[in-house]
């Protein structure tokens, strides 16, 4: 391939990158703000309910409710860093990380969160994307993969905490699940 070919690829590949997730993030705050403007914050009721049948659905919607601004604004950066270092490699990666982080994510906390709890946010996709980009390095064994892991964990290494019990109003059921749910992605998408 020559140079000025790759080039228009590159800048492809990027704007579409850039197009899912920032296009990713838009629809969390759209539908955040319709929450808070419409529905005065009642549709935070549709998060996952552990082991309630209806509480199934919050698997689907859990990832897109947050319980206010300031839990909106705490997941964003790390979404889009993360989700952008997921991207680099191939940005088809991106979805299945973010499919698989929301359903094992959503399904383990529905399993084993405490009863009458409503667990919700993009946090669990967060913790996916870091479990990914963490476990590649030792699933390839790449020098780019360790590398990236290694970039990680040096970056978001404190988030590790947030997969232990202990922190009130904090799921650390959606994390530990959806950082499985990532180490999973990273195990299927690996390559020797």
Same mark, same amino acid.
């Given at each position: ?45 549709? +998060? ?49 990380? *973010? ?8 399904? +383990? *906390? ?13 946090? +669990?996709?967060? $913790?996916? =994307? ?6 590649? @390095? =030792? ?29 009130? @109003? ?8 959806? $950082? ?13």
């Amino acid at each position: 391939m020559r140079e000025a070919d790759a080039k228009p690829s590159l800048l492809s590949e990027a704007k579409t990158q850039a197009t899912a997730l920032f296009g990713f993030v838009a629809l969390l705050w759209l539908v955040e703000i319709i929450d808070w403007v419409i529905f005065g914050g009642r549709l935070d009721r549709y +998060g996952i309910r552990p082991r309630q049948l209806a509480g199934l659905w919050g698997i689907l919607f859990a990832p897109f409710l947050h319980g206010n601004f300031e839990h909106l604004t705490a997941n964003t950066l790390p979404l889009l860093v993360l989700g952008w270092l997921v991207m680099l490699r191939e940005t088809g990666d991106w979805l299945v990380v *973010t499919v698989l982080s929301a359903l094992v994510g959503g399904l +383990g *906390t529905w399993l084993i969160g405490a009863a009458n709890t409503s667990h919700i946010g993009a946090s +669990g996709i967060l $913790f996916g =994307y870091f479990g990914f980009l963490l476990m590649r @390095g =030792y699933f390839e064994r790449s020098l780019v993969a360790i590398a990236f892991s290694i970039l990680v964990i040096s970056l978001y290494g404190g988030i590790v905490w947030g997969v232990l019990p202990g922190q009130p @109003g904090i799921s650390w059921e959606g994390h530990l699940f959806g $950082f499985i749910g990532g180490a999973l992605a990273a195990r299927l998408l690996a390559r020797q």
